[in-house]
């Protein structure tokens, strides 16, 4: 499997490679254009000097130039003209026959090539002052074809000027090597940053994979170090806190089914145990019949009701992030709720104080209800007989608070944070309640956090205040 490192470098070293081949053709044409355009350039000013040497010979000689024909154009002639611009000369007739030639140093030029006419030589008949630029045994020529005439129209032979360029395009191949190898050196240099910079950042994207899998196969690794302020470390960030919502979540979802198989092992145990008693061959205990039967009633309904509550809580789950919201008017729900708890309340003598607005909040009307009926069963289930449930509703800037203060069953302040956990129950003497089986605050919390806001509990020796605060929209 190819990493992103190894893909990565295989993209970056393509990319190098194509870009030096690239600038090396570039250069090519570059340094050729510069070469040719140099010649041209010499050239022309060879051809602007040997014209006048020319002038000067035929001034000095008294030569007509009306007159002038192809026998003048000796050797003697052809090294006059040639001699200060450091050329070779060589004298055709118009049908390229050599005439007369002029070396001025023959080491620097093959005798030999004299014999061969430039290739542009048929086109200097045509009154064109044409260029060659010809390699020739190693060497660099430029020959210039230069038409004579005797009137304007009446061409009696053709000049040409060779110069050997030689030492000059060798310079000129020296100084495009070295130019290749600068910039070879610094694509080289560019291209190890660029891999040591891309594999810096790579390197916490692989530590992430890594991670990853170990997550996938349930274990969770430690968090990762984080140096840097950029997208990568606020990615590390992110999984980080992800991290430690999936352990926690794991953990938390590995303790509900630990307290799960043990409510519903008790139950279970005390029905099973009753059940055998009385199948019992010539058992005929009617008391005892009575109360077993009670128990097993009784126990049941536990069950029912910690499956109810898990149902539920499975349900919030799913619909967390997809509740139906609306209007919902609390007072009326609110009011309904304190109306069918009615029997309750005047089993215990209570006395309820009341102090509920009429709020509209956007949120769902489903979940609400089971909040404020959870609240409300315990303010009622562990309030002292006899005594007062306070319950308010009011607006706070943009949100809606409920509250409902209690006083009955001391929870003890060490347990404060703990009572929206699962399976969490606190009596006088901390987590005995037999009359819960601990999931009411947990779902109430749940419910809140969907709608996006907060619950906490006040708490002042026996008495106890749970306020719910909830976005108005």
Known sequence: MLTIRKKYGIVLGTIFILSVIAFNLIMDKFFDKEFEDFIRNDMKDI????????????????????????????????????????????FYDINGNIISTAITNEKVIDLNILKDLPPSFEEAKNNKTMLDIESKNGSILGKLSVPIYRNYNEQIGTLVLIKDYSDNYIRNINIKRLVNIIVLILFLAIFICIYFIASNIIKPIILLKNKLLEISTGTYPEKIENKSNDEIGVLIDSFNNMSERIKN????????????????????????????????????????????LNRIISESNRMHE??????????????????????????????????????????????????????????????????????????????????????ETKEIEEYFQFSILTKGKRIPIEFKDKIFEPFVRVGEKGFS?????????????????????????????????????????
């Open 306 to 391: 910690l499956v109810i509550s898990l149902l539920d809580i499975s349900k919030q789950s799913s619909d967390l992030k997809e509740y139906s919201f609306e209007a919902v008017n609390i007072k009326n729900i609110i009011e309904d709720l304190i109306s069918i708890k009615y029997p309750k309340i005047i089993e215990k003598n209570l006395n309820i104080i009341s102090k509920i607005n009429k709020e509209i909040i956007n949120g769902n009307k489903q979940y609400l209800t089971m909040l404020f009926s959870n609240l409300i069963d315990n303010g009622i289930k562990y309030s002292y007989e006899n005594t007062d449930i306070k319950i």
């Open 433 to 473: 309640s037999k009359d819960s089986n601990g999931l009411g605050l947990y779902i109430c919390k749940n419910i809140v956090l969907g709608h996006r806001g907060n619950i906490e509990v006040v708490l002042n020796n026996d008495k106890s205040k749970f306020i719910v605060n909830l976005p108005k929209d």
């Open 47 to 90: 051809y602007y000097i040997s014209s006048k040497n020319l002038e000067d010979y035929i001034a000095l000689n008294s030569i007509e130039k009306s007159s002038i024909n192809i026998n003048d154009f000796d050797n003697k002639m052809i090294r006059f003209v040639i001699e200060r611009v450091n050329t070779q000369g060589i």
């Open 249 to 292: 979540k794991d953990e938390k979802e590995k303790s509900i089914f630990r307290n799960i198989t043990h409510e519903l092992k008790t139950p279970l145990t005390n029905i099973s145990g009753y059940a055998q008693i009385l199948n019992e061959d010539g058992f005929n205990d009617d008391e005892f019949k009575r109360n077993a």
